[in-house]
């Protein structure tokens, strides 16, 4: 059973249109996050979520807009892509606190072109 | 501002010898340093963690070190294996705190050679 799941897991499209990345996870964790990855293979934060609630909003452009329908679900949603925005996005999730370890997904692999 | 730098980039080592990789970081707020193993294709998975109340944490073939005063901490690998090829991320974070959030390194791609 995947315990973190995103979809789709690549992500081909082109500058100026709008997209959307799922994330599902079932492990009964209560806080999730989005961390991008760059090509350097750097993990920043973006954002995370405490039980639907939005807690961190690092200094990422308005165009990223999060949603957190439930707490087992956190999507991600980018308009007007831009060249830059090309990265593999992860999505993890922890059990209220980090000591208990982020479980990450698998990423998924933004490319614009 | 690179809160936790990492070195070295890239590492090689043949099979059966030990892998060091090392961590600094700067905001002595910070209470908690995991490592974490990403292969391709995947996430990263926690691998090991430490508080700064004690020097050193084992488990398996896995020791991280910690410099409190130096604001250090390291990871060694000991008897390294092909299985062991992976990117490692050191990280860090104040804990219970409402916004707490990892912090990572730069990651290093470490590679065992036979």
């Known amino acids: 059973d995947t315990a973190v799941s995103q979809t789709p897991k690549y992500l081909v499209t082109q500058m100026g249109n709008d997209k959307s990345i799922k994330c599902e996870q079932n492990?009964?964790?209560?806080?999730m996050y989005w961390y991008k990855q760059d090509s350097k293979k750097f993990l920043k934060i973006m954002f995370s979520?405490?039980?639907?609630?939005?807690?961190i909003n690092e200094t990422v452009p308005n165009r990223f807009s999060p949603k957190s329908p439930d707490k087992a679900h956190l999507n991600l949603h980018i308009n007007s892509l831009e060249l830059g925005d090309s990265a593999v996005y992860f999505c993890?999730?922890?059990?209220?606190?980090?000591?208990?370890?982020?479980?990450f997904g698998s990423g998924t692999r933004l490319t614009v072109v | 501002q690179q809160q936790v730098k990492q070195s070295p980039q890239s590492l090689i080592v043949q099979k059966g010898g030990i892998s060091i990789i090392n961590c600094a970081y700067e905001n002595t707020a910070f209470d908690y340093f995991p490592w974490y193993q990403q292969f391709p294709g995947k996430g990263p998975a926690l691998l090991i963690a430490?508080?700064?109340?004690?020097s050193e944490k084992k488990e398996g073939r896995f020791t991280i070190s910690f410099n409190k005063s130096a604001k250090q901490f390291s990871l060694h690998i000991m008897d390294s294996q092909p299985g062991d090829s992976a990117t490692y991320f050191c990280?860090?974070?104040?804990?219970?705190?409402?916004?707490?959030?990892?912090?990572f390194g730069t990651g290093t791609r470490l590679t065992i050679i036979p």
């Open positions: 993890a999730s922890s059990q209220g606190t980090v000591v208990y370890g982020y479980t």
């Open positions: 492990l009964g964790h209560d806080t």
């Open positions: 979520y405490n039980n639907k609630e939005l807690i």
């Open positions: 990280a860090a974070s104040m804990n219970n705190r409402r916004n707490e959030k990892l912090t």
């Open positions: 430490i508080r700064p109340d004690v």
